[in-house]
C-alpha cells in the first residue's frame, strides 16, 4: 500500500506562492500518475492538476492555467505543485492522489491512492 504525505500549505496573500510537495513511500511511485486536488469548505473535491508517470504529460483544470505548475522528482518519489498569483478563491485543502490505472485525470474516481491534505488558505 502506497502512503502520500504532502507538506507545504499555509496561510498566504494575494499575489503570493506556494510549493506543495507530496511524498510517496512506495517504490513502484514512477509507474504513477500523479494529481492534485482541492475541497473547499461544503464543495466537492475538484481536479487542480496531474502529471503522467514519466512526467512529459501534464493537465490543468482551466482555473489554474497560468499559475500552476506541476513536476516531479521520481527518484525522490515526489510530486510538486508550485502555485504562483495565488487568489483568495484557490483557498482549500489540497490533495495528493496516485493512481495505477486509468486515463481520465480529472476524474477523482481512478485514483486508488490519497494523502491526507495540506491546508491552503490565502487572504485578501
Known amino acids: 500500500q502506497a502512503q502520500l504525505v504532502e507538506s507545504g500549505g499555509g496561510l498566504v496573500q494575494a499575489g503570493g506562492s506556494l510549493r506543495l510537495s507530496c511524498a510517496a513511500s512506495r517504490r513502484t511511485f514512477s509507474n504513477f500518475a500523479m494529481a492534485w486536488f482541492r475541497q473547499a469548505p461544503g464543495k466537492e473535491r475538484d481536479f487542480v492538476a496531474a502529471i503522467s508517470s514519466g512526467g512529459l504529460n501534464t493537465k490543468y483544470a482551466d482555473s489554474v492555467k497560468g499559475r500552476f505548475s506541476i513536476s516531479r522528482d521520481n527518484a525522490k518519489n515526489t510530486v510538486y505543485l508550485q502555485m504562483n498569483s495565488l487568489k483568495p478563491e484557490d483557498t482549500a485543502v489540497y490533495y495528493c492522489?496516485?493512481?495505477?490505472?486509468?486515463?481520465?485525470?480529472?476524474?477523482?474516481?481512478?485514483?486508488?491512492?490519497w494523502g491526507q491534505g495540506t491546508q491552503v488558505t490565502v487572504s485578501s
Open positions: 492522489a496516485g493512481t495505477s490505472y486509468g486515463s481520465n485525470w480529472s476524474d477523482r474516481r481512478i485514483y486508488n491512492y
